[in-house]
């Protein structure tokens, strides 16, 4: 059964982030918790399918004010082939230049830590999004796959990865193929194994920041699920018109 295959190589691939990430993860978390506490963001980027993360990690039930996802159409997909296709991003995230021209639409300050997720760390995106945070003075870490960062060769002019410029890097521990599981009779290997880990490492991220903030006597106001019984019937109303004035200044 290559279904239960998958399951122990996915969790065998979050065994090894918890005994050999944790302490990145708690190092990125305290950057992340004293950008929030000083009222400061976290601006969290990827392109593609490292896109996931940044929509799961604000809003979603249990994440909390502080996270603000830069997300642009044209580095998704709405689309397999034409129009919002696949086709169109893969181009797109590989064009130097083009996050210069994204990044007018927001302010950053000194004070704010920037997140990027790329399994690949080279494409010309999540590269150039990170030395604009640099060269604007911000913390960044990196969410990557390491292996793929130590064989393969810098594709930007600049001659770095996305490893290479991040203040603390993070390894998905996912080879840099990204798929998992071999099929006799056929070449190639199915079942990708990223999406599952940088998620995971993303909502570890979400835990570690709140409970450093809770320890700081923060008050974190949590998106939180309707099924929760004795939340008020407005209370993720008011989440939204919070995060509304903490981003007015920044777009």
């Avoid at 004795?230 to 989440?239: A, D, F, G, P, R």
């Amino acid at each position: 059964m290559l279904g239960e295959e998958y399951l122990k190589a996915i969790g065998g691939i979050l065994e090894e982030i918890r005994s050999t990430q944790s302490k990145k993860i708690e190092e990125a978390a305290r950057l992340m918790a004293d950008s929030i506490s000083q009222g400061a963001l976290v601006h969290v980027f990827g392109s593609g399918h490292s896109v996931i993360p940044v929509l799961d990690i604000f809003p979603r039930y249990g994440s909390f004010l502080g996270f603000h996802p830069l997300l642009d159409p044209r580095l998704m997909w709405f689309n397999i082939v034409g129009p919002g296709g696949t086709q169109e991003l893969l181009w797109l995230e590989r064009q130097e230049g083009y996050i210069e021209v994204f990044l007018k639409g927001f302010d950053l300050e000194k004070k704010d830590t920037m997140l990027v997720f790329s399994h690949g760390g080279l494409n010309a995106a999540p590269v150039e999004i990170a030395l604009e945070a640099k060269r604007r003075e911000l913390s960044v870490v990196a969410v990557t796959s390491l292996e793929n960062y130590e064989s393969a060769t810098a594709t930007h002019s600049s001659g770095k990865k996305l490893a290479d410029v991040a203040d603390v890097v993070i390894d998905n521990c996912v080879p840099p193929e990204d798929a998992l599981i071999p099929i006799e009779g056929l070449q190639e290997k199915v079942a990708a194994g990223s999406t599952v880990t940088i998620v995971a490492i993303t909502m570890a991220l979400v835990a570690e920041i709140a409970e450093i903030l809770t320890k700081r006597n923060a008050k974190l106001q949590v998106f939180v699920s309707p099924n929760v019984k004795h939340i008020e019937s407005n209370h993720n109303e008011q989440v939204f018109e919070t995060y509304k004035r903490m981003i007015s200044h920044k777009r």
